[in-house]
C-alpha cells in the first residue's frame, strides 16, 4: 500500500510559479512510476505528465510542455511539480498517482491518488 500526500498549492498570479510536492510513504518509492493530474471544476480530470522510476524519463501533456518540470527524489520519496508561467487555465486541484509500471497509455493504470491540492490563478 502507498498513501500519497501533496502539498505546495496555493493562489498565484498569471506568470507566476510554484511548487507542488507529492510525498509518499514506505519504502519502495522508486518502484513506482509516478504521474501528475489536476482537475478543474466541471472538467474531467486531465493527465499533466510522469516520471519513470529513477527520474530519467519525463512525458508532459501538450498544454503544460515547456512550462511545468517533473522531478523526484527517491531519498526522500518524493516528487514534485514545478509549475512556471502559469496561467488562469491551470486552475485545478492537483493530484498525484502511483504505478508499478511504464505504460503505453500514460493517462491510465494509476494505483494509488492522493487527496490533490488546489492550485489558483488568477488573471
Known amino acids: 500500500q502507498v498513501q500519497l500526500v501533496e502539498s505546495g498549492g496555493g493562489l498565484v498570479q498569471a506568470g507566476g510559479s510554484l511548487r507542488l510536492s507529492c510525498a509518499t510513504s514506505?519504502?519502495?518509492?522508486?518502484?513506482?512510476?509516478m504521474g501528475w493530474f489536476r482537475q478543474a471544476p466541471g472538467k474531467e480530470r486531465e493527465f499533466v505528465g510522469r516520471i519513470d522510476w529513477s527520474g530519467s524519463r519525463t512525458v508532459y501533456a501538450d498544454s503544460v510542455k515547456g512550462r511545468f518540470t517533473i522531478s523526484r527524489d527517491n531519498a526522500k520519496n518524493t516528487v514534485y511539480l514545478q509549475m512556471n508561467s502559469l496561467k488562469p487555465e491551470d486552475t485545478a486541484v492537483y493530484y498525484c498517482a502511483a504505478q508499478r509500471f511504464w505504460s503505453s497509455d500514460p493517462t491510465t493504470g494509476y494505483n494509488y491518488w492522493g487527496q490533490g491540492t488546489q492550485v489558483t490563478v488568477s488573471s
Open positions: 514506505g519504502r519502495t518509492f522508486s518502484s513506482y512510476v
